[in-house]
């Protein structure tokens, strides 16, 4: 079973940038779509981004121009490099692999990174 720890949270100004980073164990994530998500207080967990396994990428409208993911497949690692950072985008970062066709991740989660952005 594939297991993930997001590291690369932190504390940092509005305006500045964090690089997070998701290590896969148990196999990998060589065959899956990555997915990350972020939880804020009070507000449901939410998919920010996704990179299918042959490199395709979406991301919310909030995040376009400023967060850019990637994977590195010998390293088992996915990166979300998030620049130009606001207050809004803090919150607990959570990545997981997406599973089939409809790219869902499974019932297991990590521990996440926590991101806080101050004013």
């Known amino acids: 079973q594939v297991q993930v720890a997001e590291s690369g949270g932190g504390l940092v100004q509005a305006g500045g940038s964090l690089r997070l980073s998701c290590v896969a164990s148990g196999g990998g994530f060589r065959h899956d779509g990555v997915g990350w998500y972020r939880q804020a207080p009070g507000i449901p967990r939410a998919r920010v981004t996704y990179i299918t396994r042959d490199g395709r990428t979406n991301y919310v409208d909030s995040v376009k121009g400023r967060f850019t993911i990637s994977r590195d497949d010998v390293k088992n690692t996915v990166y979300l490099q998030m620049n130009s950072l606001t207050p809004e985008d803090a919150g607990v970062y959570y990545c997981?692999?997406?599973?089939?066709?409809?790219?869902?991740?499974?019932?297991?989660w990590g521990q996440g990174t926590q991101v806080t952005v101050t004013s």
């Open positions: 997981n692999h997406l599973l089939g066709p409809a790219l869902l991740p499974p019932a297991s």
